[in-house]
C-alpha cells in the first residue's frame, strides 16, 4: 500500500491561530489607521491644553505602547514626561529604536514591562505618577485584552487623582436580528430528506446555550438581504476609564425593545465606540455601515470588528411585541440572551456553556457548511442516485453526517472513519438519536489500522466525504480523503466508486478594496518615522508566511480582473495520481489592459467534483465577472498571495502572473511559486 500522511486533529480553527488573529494584529493594529491616529492625537492635544490650563505638570503614561507612536504624539505636543510601557520584548526593542531615531529618547522613557508590574516611587520605575494615561488595549470585544483591570490597575496605582484618561470611555451597542442564514452559523439543522424521512440533531444540542466564543467578522460585508433587523442598536454598556466611576469586573444590563417586524431573534449583533475626550466631542465608532452614526468616517479596519452572539434559544415575535435584551460580562468576555418581557431577568452571570459538546468540536465555518442548502442538495442527490438496499457505504470526514442519509437511503451498512476524537462523539450522538445505531458503525482507528473485521468482512462499494478535515488550513488540504481513500483500496470491491473523484485548484487575479493594506508597510505616520517597525514585520514575515495565506474572502471584497483558471487537476478516479513522487503544473494569468481594475493578488480555491455538475466549490459562490465584485463562499477560507507593492493599492503596469504549483505526494504539500512581469 502507498505511504499515507498524518493530519494532526484540532476541535476548532480559531482565528487567532490565522493571519487575521497574528500579523495583522500587529500591523493594522499597532499603526492604526490614520482616522484613529488623528483622533487620539487630537484628544492628546486637548488633554495636555486642559492639564496645562489648570497649571499642572504634563506626566503622560502610556501602556502597551507598541511601535511608540502615541508616546511620540505626547513629547511633540509638550508633555513634560513620557513613560511607555510593552511587555513583549520584541516590540519594546522596536520601540525603543524608533522613538530614539524620531529624536525622543531624551524625553520619552521606555519600561519593558506589563503595567501592572510598573512600581511608582523614588527606586520605582516611575518617580510619580502621571496625570495624563493614553492606551489602546482593546479588542473586538473591548475588554478581551483585560482593560477592565488595565484601567482599574493604572488608577489604583499608576494615575493620580482627576487624571485624564485617552480615550475617556467606551460605549457598547447591540441590534437583534432575525435571520434564517445566521442561524445556521449556531446549531446544526433538521436535514430533511426531499424523498421522506428526517435527520434531527439530539436534544442536548437543540437546548444547548451554545459556543461561549464570539463570533467576530466584518458586518458590514454581510449583504442586509440575509438579515431583518427587529431592534434599533441598543446601548448596553457604557465603561467610564475617566476613574470618575468604578469599572464593574461583572455586570448586566436589560434593556426593552418593540419588535419592528415579525421573526425570531436568531442573532444578536454587537459593536462599541470610544469617547476620546472627557467631553465626547471627540468619538470613533466601531459600527458598521447601516449602524454608524457618522457614515462619512466609516473606515475599514481589521483589528476592532464587529461580533455576532446567539441567544440561548430564539424567540418567536410578533411585530410590536416586547423583548428584553440582557447583556452581561466579566472581566474579559461578553454575553448576551434575550427573553420576553413578562420573564424576571436571569440572575445567572456565569455566561453560556457548551453541554452537549458539539459547539465546542465544530467550527462557526464547519457548522454553517453543515446547514448550507446548497451542499445538502449536491450530497443528496449524489447519494440518492448511488445508494441501493445492498449498498456497502464508507464516509470519510470530520464531522460528516453523510453516513446518516445514506443509512437514511437505505443502505445496506454504512461505515463512517472518524478518527478525530471530538467530532466522533458527536456523530455517535446523532447516530443514537436516530436510531441508526444498526445502521451505521464508526470506525476510530486511522485508515491503515483497519481490517477485515473491523468492516465485519464487507466490501465497500461506496467512498464518500464531502470532503472536510478540521486540520486543514488552505481548500485543498482537504487532499487527505483520498490519502484514507487509498489506503483502504483493498477492502474496496471490483466496482466501489470513490466521491468527489475529481479536486481542481482555480486561480484568479483579483483588486482587493481594502486587504493589501495588511502587507502595506507604515512608513511615516502623523511625522513619525516607523519604518524600524516595517522591517520587524518583514523580517518576521519572511520567516513564518506563507506565499499563500488563508482568508475568507467574503469579508474582504475585491473585484476580478481576470477570468478563473485552472491551476492543476487531481483526477483521483486514476490510480496514477498517488503512484507520482510529485506532480507539477504551470500556468500563466494574462490581464486585460483594457479592464479598469488594478490588480493586487492572486486568490486560489479548490473544487471538488462529485459527478457531472455535482460539485461543492470553496470559491465563488456565483459566477465570475471580470470587472464585477467577486462573491464568495461564506463558510469556507480561500487562499491569497498579495503581491508586493511597498504601499501602493496595485503593481504599476502588471501585464502576467506566473502561477507554478509542485504536489508532493509523500508529504500532502502544496508550494506555490508566484512571478510578475510588468510591460
Known sequence: MTSMITIKKSPVDRRSLHPRGCRLRLSTSQKRIDHENKKYYKALAEAIQIKRGLGEPVNVLDIGTGTGLLSMMAARLGADTVTACEAFEPMAKCAREIIQQNGFGDKIRLIPKRSTDITVGEDGDMPERANILVTEVFDTELIGEGAINTFTHAHRELLQKNSIVVPSAANMYVQVVSSDFIRRWRDIRPIKLPGGGVIDPPSEMTSCGGAPALHDLQLHELPQSLFQVLSMPLHVFRFDFSGTHPLKFDNQSSKT?????????????MWWDLE??????????????????????LQWRDHWMQAIYYPNQPLSVQKGDKVKVISSHDEYSLWFNVQPTNRADSSDNMGPACSCGMHVSYSRSQIGMLNDPHRRDIYYSLLKEKVTENSIVLTVSDGSLLSLVAARLGAKQVFALETNNFTRKILQQFIN?????????????????????????????????????????????????????????????ETAEVFPCLLTI????????????IRSPVGMCEGFNIQLFDQLIESSSEISDSEVEPQPLWEYPCTACTDPVTVQSFDFSEASWVDNTSQSSNISITLDPSIDEKCNGVVLWAEYQFKDQLKVSLGPREKVIVGEKVEWDFYSKQGIHLLTNKGKDSVENLKTIDVSLTFKRTTGDFDFIFKTKTS
Open 506 to 517: 482555480k486561480a484568479m487575479a483579483v483588486s482587493f478594496r481594502d486587504l493589501w493594506k
Open 276 to 297: 476620546m475626550d472627557t467631553k465626547n466631542k471627540i468619538n470613533l465608532s466601531c459600527a458598521p455601515g447601516w449602524g454608524h452614526p457618522r457614515p462619512e468616517e
Open 433 to 493: 438519536h436516530n436510531d441508526l445505531g444498526g445502521k451505521v458503525t464508526i470506525l476510530s482507528k486511522e485508515p491503515e489500522e483497519i481490517t477485515e473485521e473491523d468492516l465485519q468482512s464487507y466490501k465497500i462499494d461506496l467512498v464518500v466525504g464531502e470532503p472536510y478535515f478540521q486540520s486543514a488550513v488552505l481548500p485543498w488540504h482537504h487532499v487527505h480523503f483520498w490519502y484514507a481513500a487509498r489506503q483502504l483500496s483493498g477492502f474496496l470491491s
Open 257 to 269: 425593545f418593540e419588535a419592528l417586524h415579525a421573526g425570531h431573534t436568531d442573532g444578536i449583533f
